[in-house]
């Protein structure tokens, strides 16, 4: 009988859960290892202090952006819930508008801007608009719509208001056909 066998195996299991102590706490000690290593050599290296600072904004320049609202022969009101707001170039913005579809039934539009003046149409950049597609209102429905944008910093200076005019058409999809009867052949 070999009995040196139970003796190797306790020395092996002590080393083995030596080696696994040593590495958990090498694991342990790593992440100020790290920190230490990072601070010395300057690799990521993150300053919390400082705000990030948006270099596309034009902080020294506002510019004035006024909104009006249209519908064309469609019963809804619609109107912007601001007349206007001062931005800076490069800063996003959002204005809300307001619709109420004052029809007893459903009925579909869709919003057209236009812009004053007309070059003021390249540096005005829409990044969310109810105007990307259309809107299917229910009888009596109220509902208020953002449109989030940024007036481009290339603006030329001697442009210092921007008119964002939307109008309402009504679209198709808002009745069925009537039903056609099908000829048939003799």
């Known amino acids: 009988m070999n009995t040196g066998l139970p003796s190797r195996n306790r020395k092996l299991l002590i080393r083995l859960g030596l080696f ?3 590495m ?38 506002l510019v004035d952006v006024e909104f009006d609202s249209n519908v064309h022969d469609m019963p809804w009101q619609f109107r912007p819930l601001q007349s206007h707001m001062k931005v800076h170039p490069g800063e996003v913005s959002q204005a809300e508008f307001e619709v109420v579809n004052t029809r007893n039934a459903p009925m579909t539009g869709q919003a057209i801007p ?42 030329p200076r001697d442009i210092g208001t921007i008119t964002l005019s939307y109008t309402f058409f009504e679209v198709e999809g808002n009745q069925r056909a009537e039903a056609q009867p099908v000829p048939t052949g003799s």
Do not use: H, W
């Open 114 to 155: 236009s812009y004053g003046p007309l070059e003021a149409a390249e540096y005005f950049k829409k990044i969310s608009c109810f105007c990307f597609s259309k809107q299917t209102m229910a009888a009596g429905e109220r509902r208020r719509m953002p449109v989030v944008f940024v007036v481009d910093p290339a603006l």
């Open 20 to 22: 696994s102590a040593l």
């Open 24 to 61: 958990f706490g090498f694991g342990y000690a790593l992440v100020p290892l790290y920190k230490v290593f990072c601070s010395a050599t300057g690799l990521n290296e993150i300053n919390l202090t400082a705000a990030p600072v948006n270099t596309q904004v034009d902080a020294g320049r």
